[in-house]
């Protein structure tokens, strides 16, 4: 009798943690699974909205999908990586001061850094559009000034692109940057000053190479989503700097070209996956987890 | 830069008496603003260690010891007074250009370096040759029992090992002097003990002067040449370990140092060149003292220098009667709390020889004794 019970709660012990993790598998199977597997299929469908999608395992969509539009997955993968470079050269040194500098203050500059976010993001970027405007806030007033020539302009550019997009995702690189910084022993920096390194030689040699795991972060964390992104384009940009988020918006919501849409959609997922983990292999991942683990 | 140090030890020669010291701090005042007061953490320090010595820095926590030391590295600077190098005024420059290594108490290991590399650090930073690099560290490795292991992270290694990383990491430059603190606080206790021996063989064995941060005495008894007690940021006592440990200089370096016994009490006059001293409601006792008769002195007795007899013992030793009040049995020793006839608790450590006479209960009536020059009025009190 004894026995069977302690048996019994043996074998619900044994389920416990897969019990426990079910909402986790069944959240990810709803959200995450079930859409990815929803786009496959529907890449290799034919059709149109009218007369209804059928699974005719079309893999046209995704020649034209490479042939039509490569020129805007190239472009937004160009534009990701230099907002992402842009926010490596901004955020590194906030985040470096904050971390470093911050003393008492630390937690009001991080309030700083995110304060933007309160705002919506698309009314953020409608507000640099009208600040960059050709007569606008700055322009206008340099080239009443007669600074600028009058026919000089910032909006519609591939610039303004960039630059909008590395203001917008900004925090998302200082944060794991600062992450890092903060809780780095700062006598492993004393101690390369020890050891005779100057300020500039102890940052390239010990605190540069320890953060790397935080900027790994930091690009994953703002590359993707500055490749993928429509709005910063859409509102800053002009017709020539369109990138591959506006085209599937635009095939998706406006030409309802489902299966076309989806095969982009799935192009661009595929090469932002091959782009990352060749990038962690290049970099070192054991490495950079070895040093995180501490 | 290391060959001019090499020229000045060689000029100096080791343990020449004259000549530059290897440290030597002078008036060394430290102010700290912290929440709008001046806190003083160092309040005029003056030491000169000398080439080649194994000196400790010793004393509690916030006793100003480990400022003491981050001054002589560069880490901090002296808010008035100088410190010198071999003579030569470093106040004020960086550490990074200072002929002195750190050991910190972290280790503060590079993490993302192998050994090896973490050892060289210093030595690229100087600029040698990579041959000569390799020699030097595979040297330094050696000199810890780490060769073999220059590929590994530490991370991989124990905290022993990390340890000897560390010392590798410091001694592969050869330091004017090397900078210790509490490079052992880590460890448990029998690694700790064996690094003690460990530290004071390599000390030896490369001749560089050691000065040592630690708040424990045993430590710096161990394996010090010469022990700087330090409290409320000033040097209470400069000597060598029996010095410390035999003549403690104040109360506070008697109770810091080992188990002592104070008495109070009251010179009645001098004798065969001890003082008769009245202790307070408790008996007459010889004892080495100077002050002259009718001011009041307190006297510090070690544990281990008192007899514990149930007979009264001859009168050429210094004695009081008491009652035993405790008795802890250590293995080796066993430490009796003996309480006198006005309270005052007199502790007495006593071997347990085989052929020590049965010990004493709690609650026997005994007599403390010890020989009279092992009895030490505190100066100044």
Known sequence: MAATQAGKRGRTGRFAPYALVLPGWVWLALFFVAPIASVVSMSLMTGSLGAGYSFTFEVGNYTR????YWEQILRSLLYGGLATLLCIAIGYPVAYWIAF???AYKTTYLLLVLLPFFVSFVLRTISWGFILSDNGVILGALKGLGVLPADFGVLNSATAVVFGLAYNFLPFMVLPIYAVLERMDHRVVEAAHDLYAGRVQAFVRVVLPMSLPGVFAGVIMVFIPTSADYVTATVLGGTGNT???KVIQTQYLVNNAYPLAAAITFVLMAVLLIGIFSYAKALGTEQVMEVQAR | MATATEESRARQGAGAPSGAAAISLEQIVKTYRSGGEDVQAVRGVDLRIEQGEFFSLLGPSGCGKTTTMRMVAGFEDPTSGTVRLHGDDVTGIPPHRRDVNMVFQSYALFPHMTV???VAFGLRRKGEAAGEIRRKVAESLELVELSGRERTKPGRLSGGQQQRVA?????????????LDEPLGALDLKLRQAMQIELKRIQRDVGITFVYVTHDQGEALTMSDRIA??????VEQLGTPAEIYERPATRFTAGFIGTSNLLSGTVDGHRGGFAEIGIDGAGEILAECDSPAGSRVDLTVRPEKIALDTAEPSADRARLPGV??????LGSTTHYTVRLG?????VVFRQNSSDAASAADRGDTVWVSWRPEHAYALPGT
Not at chain 2, 229 to 234: A, D, F, K
Not at chain 2, 324 to 329: C, F, N, P, T
Not at chain 2, 342 to 346: L, M, N, R, V
């Open chain 1, 65 to 68: 999908a490479l042939g039509l």
């Open chain 1, 101 to 103: 500098k911050g003393g």
């Open chain 1, 243 to 245: 990138m591959i988020g």
């Open chain 2, 116 to 118: 090896f590399d973490n």
């Open chain 2, 167 to 179: 010392l590798a990491r410091a001694l592969v430059n050869r330091p004017s002097a090397l900078l």
């Open chain 2, 229 to 234: 007690v330090m409290n409320g940021g000033r």
């Open chain 2, 324 to 329: 035993v009040a405790e008795v802890v049995y």
């Open chain 2, 342 to 346: 006005d309270g005052t608790e007199i």
